[in-house]
C-alpha cells in the first residue's frame, strides 16, 4: 500500500497543507496513519474517500440511492 505525506496529499487537492492539519484536529477528512510526529495517508483510504465525496449537485456527496 502506497503512503503520501501531507505535503503530497496537499498538492494532489490543491490545498494547503494547513487544511488537513485542521481536518485532523477536527475529525475530518480521510483517516491517517500517525508515527511519532509524521502523518502518512494510505492511497487506498485516500481513494475510497475521494469516490465518496463524488456530488451530483451542490447539496452534498452523493447518497446510497443516488448511486
Not at 505535503?7 to 475530518?28: C, F, I, N, V, Y
Request: aromatic share 8%; hydrophobic share 35%.
Amino acid at each position: 500500500m502506497a503512503k503520501l505525506t501531507q505535503d503530497q496529499l496537499a498538492a494532489r487537492w490543491h490545498m494547503s497543507p494547513r487544511t488537513l492539519e485542521q481536518w485532523r484536529w477536527l475529525g475530518k477528512g480521510p483517516r491517517f496513519l500517525k508515527i511519532g510526529a509524521r502523518v502518512l495517508y494510505d492511497e487506498d483510504v485516500i481513494e475510497d474517500f475521494e469516490a465518496g465525496q463524488a456530488c451530483q449537485n451542490t447539496h452534498g456527496p452523493i447518497g446510497s440511492e443516488g448511486a
